[in-house]
T-cell receptor, first 112, second 113 residues
Framework: LAKTTQPISMDSYEGQEVNITCSHN???????ITWYQQFPSQGPRFIIQ???TKVTNEVASLFIPADRKSSTLSLPRVSLSDTAVYYC?????????????FGTGTRLKVLA | DAGVTQSPTHLIKTRGQQVTLRCSPK?????VSWYQQALGQGPQFIFQ???????QRGNFPDRFSGHQFPNYSSELNVNALLLGDSALYLC????????????FGSGTRLTVV
């Protein structure tokens, strides 16, 4: 399973765009990149998943360069409610033996 | 459409006791995974159930066991509780091998005293 490296913590101000980068140098050909958000005392919540280039949904964008050795989660115009831990996960969800391996994530604090 | 439901939400047990945690997956999901999350850490994979069988397992002792029922709901059992078993236990459900992501419940907070 590909190991991921993320910053331990980040601070931002309301209304700013936040970019969280995840490094996954040994990503495999069939691996996807998935990001989850977790608030205290709640389970993680799926944000976005992608394989290459750019994926966008109503809450975030995911940028994946051609070599796929890193990815960047972009949160536009964050608010105080975006304060949470963000996890980057890498793996092949079609393998039949896929399981999420969580790291310690990135603690994002949004300031007023 | 209900998401993943876990019960109970909180539980206090004494060392050496046994505990059973329950999970009802999201409608349409057939796979259930269990995670243990200690304070300040990321969730750690315990095991995954599909078609009522344990499909894969993380690095947890045999004191941790589980079951999946025909309706896809699941139980996590922990025997001979240790103080170190105190954690948030999360259940996640998925379908199609999880290719569309997992849906997590809010967890059961277990405190062992």
């Amino acid at each position: 399973l590909a190991k991921t490296t993320q910053p331990i913590s980040m601070d931002s101000y309301e209304g700013q765009e936040v970019n969280i980068t995840c490094s996954h140098n040994n990503i495999a050909t069939n691996d996807y990149i998935t990001w989850y958000q977790q608030f205290p005392s709640q389970g993680p919540r799926f944000i976005i998943q992608g394989y290459k280039t750019k994926v966008t949904n109503e809450v975030a964008s995911l940028f994946i360069p051609a070599d796929r050795k890193s990815s960047t989660l972009s949160l536009p115009r964050v608010s105080l409610s975006d304060t949470a831990v963000y996890y980057c996960l890498v793996g092949d969800p079609t393998s039949g033996t896929y399981k999420y391996i969580f790291g310690t994530g990135t603690r994002l604090k949004v300031l007023a | 459409d209900a998401g993943v439901t876990q019960s109970p939400t909180h539980l206090i047990k004494t060392r050496g006791q046994q505990v059973t945690l329950r999970c009802s997956p999201k409608s349409g999901h057939d796979t259930v995974s269990w995670y243990q999350q200690a304070l300040g850490q990321g969730p750690q994979f315990i095991f995954q159930y599909y078609e009522e069988e344990e499909r894969q397992r993380g690095n947890f002792p045999d004191r941790f066991s589980g079951h999946q029922f025909p309706n896809y709901s699941s139980e996590l059992n922990v025997n001979a509780l240790l103080l170190g078993d105190s954690a948030l236990y999360l259940c996640a459900s998925s379908s199609d091998w999880g290719r569309y992501g997992y849906t997590f419940g809010s967890g059961t907070r277990l405190t062992v005293v």
